[in-house]
């Protein structure tokens, strides 16, 4: 996503990020680390046009994305039950 110069936004909150491990994996296997449940929330996520892709054209905010001094992945707003304050980031790096 850095390199295109995009920035997901709201990213479901309880999905796991691309990238991210799952504790009973070896390693990472993208959708497949998925379960159901959260394989659903992402489709609805899509379906629903909740995930946003902002494309950066500003070249400072393109080499902060690539320094990842800027998230690439902002996940939505945390429920208020929630113990995160704000939503999840994910860097380049």
Known sequence: LAH?????????????MPGEKRHTLIKSKGIHDLLLHERRV????LKNNLLTVKT????????????SCSPVIIGEA????????RGRR???D
């Open 4 to 16: 295109c110069g995009c920035v997901l936004q709201h990213y479901p909150e309880n999905v796991l």
């Open 42 to 45: 992402f489709v609805d996520a």
């Open 56 to 67: 950066i054209t500003k070249q400072s905010a393109l080499m902060n994305l690539m320094a």
């Open 78 to 85: 945390p429920a208020p039950h929630s113990n995160h304050t």
């Open 90 to 92: 994910w860097y380049a």
